[in-house]
């Protein structure tokens, strides 16, 4: 089976300007969840969808962050107004289940600079 | 809140040598689990291990090995018998059991940059 996928793979912008990442979980996987590393930090968890309902957004870090999923297939993570801080890896990942015998897949990342 | 602590930003290790990467972490909880994810150049996480907060027994996996202290908060990662495809970095993750069951709400580590020397 194909992995998570996300794309760009790496994203350059100027501040001020929007950007959408975009990932695609594994089919079948309700669960999908967005993540984030700013340089030298810890991964963050951003928010949690379970099919399209956002299960947790409690990592989401401000209004500028904009996360859907319709339909309950892929997602898009938009950032606009792009802030300096907002630099970093974003990751997403998918599990089947919520249980602890559905592994989480996590794809390759999206690097966004902010410039 | 839970905390997840990697005191050593790199690590190098030779070829066919054991090394040890160390995680510490804070909670209240008594019952979460732990993993060890590795983050190859390529830049995909894999799952290398996992442990239930519940078994006294450390988890291994193959050349991979825990040493699960739960009261010392202290869960470090062996690698025995170093290959070159283990040059990566290695974060440690913590997650509550009371998060429903789901295993995405994951707090990590900043991360362990692990070099193997040929």
């Known amino acids: 089976e194909a992995g998570v996928t996300q794309f760009p793979s790496h994203s350059v912008i100027e501040k001020g300007q929007t950007v959408t990442l975009r990932c695609d979980p594994i089919s079948g996987h309700d669960n999908l969840y967005w993540y984030r590393r700013v340089m030298g930090k810890e991964i963050k968890f951003l928010l949690h969808?379970?099919?399209?309902?956002?299960?947790?957004e409690s990592g989401m870090p401000n209004n500028r962050f904009l996360a859907e999923r319709t339909g309950g297939t892929y997602s898009t993570l938009k950032v606009q107004p792009a802030e300096l801080e907002d630099s970093g890896v974003y990751f997403c990942a998918s599990s089947r289940w919520q249980g602890d015998n559905s592994p989480l897949h996590f794809g390759n990342g999206t690097r966004l600079t902010v410039t | 809140a839970q905390t997840v602590t990697q005191s050593q930003p790199e690590m190098s290790v030779q070829e066919a040598e054991t090394v040890t990467l160390s995680c510490t972490y804070d909670t209240s909880e008594s019952d979460y689990y732990l993993f060890w994810y590795k983050q190859p150049p390529s830049r995909q996480m894999i799952l290398v291990i996992r442990?239930?907060?519940?078994?006294?027994q450390n988890a291994t996996e193959n050349r991979f090995s825990v040493n699960f202290q739960k009261a010392a908060k202290s869960f470090s990662l062996k690698i025995s018998d170093s290959q070159l495809g283990d040059a990566a970095m290695y974060f440690c993750a913590y997650r509550s059991e009371n998060y429903g069951g789901s295993q995405g709400n994951l707090i990590f580590g900043k991360g362990t940059k692990l070099s193997v020397k040929p």
């Open positions: 442990q239930e907060a519940y078994k006294q």
């Open positions: 969808f379970v099919k399209e309902s956002k299960q947790d």
